[in-house]
């Protein structure tokens, strides 16, 4: 069974920084694809960035696209979420989630650490 935990979340100003983390474990992670969702309250959850486990491709929505970056140590089985420049709109409950490579689908999925940016 897959098991996501996903840690570093806060509270940080306008213009600052965060680094989340999401630990991996119960699976080997060749064949998935890693991602980052967020939800802010009331609003539906929205994609963020996603990961190909084996050889690294990265893809991100418009709105965090170039502010930040998503990562992965395969030797930790752990993927993280840089995220810069950060505005009051980034804030939302962020999960880490994961799906096999041959599925649209995300099977699994964290249970969320809060981002709050305070302008």
């Known amino acids: 069974q897959v098991q996501l935990v996903e840690s570093g979340g806060g509270l940080v100003t306008a213009g600052g920084s965060l680094r989340l983390s999401c630990a991996a474990s119960g699976r080997t992670f060749n064949m998935y694809v890693m991602a980052w969702f967020r939800q802010a309250t009331g609003k539906e959850r929205e994609f963020v960035a996603e990961?190909?486990?084996?050889?690294?491709?990265?893809y991100y929505a418009n709105s965090v696209k170039g502010r930040f970056t998503i990562s992965r140590d395969t030797a930790k089985n752990t993927v993280y979420l840089q995220m810069n420049s950060l505005k009051p709109e980034d804030t939302a409950v962020y999960y880490c989630?994961?799906?096999?490579?041959?599925?649209?689908?995300?099977?699994?999925w964290g249970q969320g650490t809060q981002v709050t940016v305070s302008s």
């Open positions: 990961i190909w486990w084996s050889g690294g491709s990265s």
């Open positions: 989630a994961a799906r096999k490579t041959v599925s649209s689908l995300y099977d699994y």
